[in-house]
């Protein structure tokens, strides 16, 4: 079965930064895009940053400048790093893959999800 895992989140001081990983397991032939998304209380889930299997990028405007999304293909992981974090960055962020688990058969894939708070 396939899995996401998340780590690197935690507690952070405004101007700081946090790097999250989100490696996938279990049995697949291909990963596709890889994606992060947030949400914070109260509001809607919103994406943050994309980045397919050939490394095109592309970021919210909100984080444009500060996030950096990568990814080592080897080791099926993702990582953000969060940079010059601001309190509006505080949220649940999830890791989203869409993963072919055989030549025909390719499923959306969610991560647990990660706390990065920021404090002011």
């Known amino acids: 079965q396939v899995q996401l895992v998340e780590s690197g989140g935690g507690l952070v001081q405004a101007g700081g930064s946090l790097r999250l990983s989100c490696a996938a397991s279990?049995?697949?032939?291909?990963?596709?895009?890889m994606k992060w998304y947030r949400q914070a209380p109260g509001k809607q889930r919103e994406l943050v940053a994309t980045i397919t299997n050939g490394d095109t990028t592309n970021y919210a405007d909100s984080v444009k400048g500060r996030f950096t999304i990568s990814r080592d293909n080897a080791k099926n992981t993702v990582y953000l790093q969060m940079n010059s974090l601001k309190p509006e960055d505080t949220a649940v962020y999830y890791c989203?893959?869409?993963?072919?688990?055989?030549?025909?058969?390719?499923?959306?894939?969610w991560g647990q999800g990660t706390q990065v708070t920021v404090s002011s």
């Open positions: 989203n893959a869409f993963i072919w688990t055989t030549m025909r058969m390719a499923e959306n894939y």
């Open positions: 279990g049995s697949f032939f291909n990963i596709n895009a």
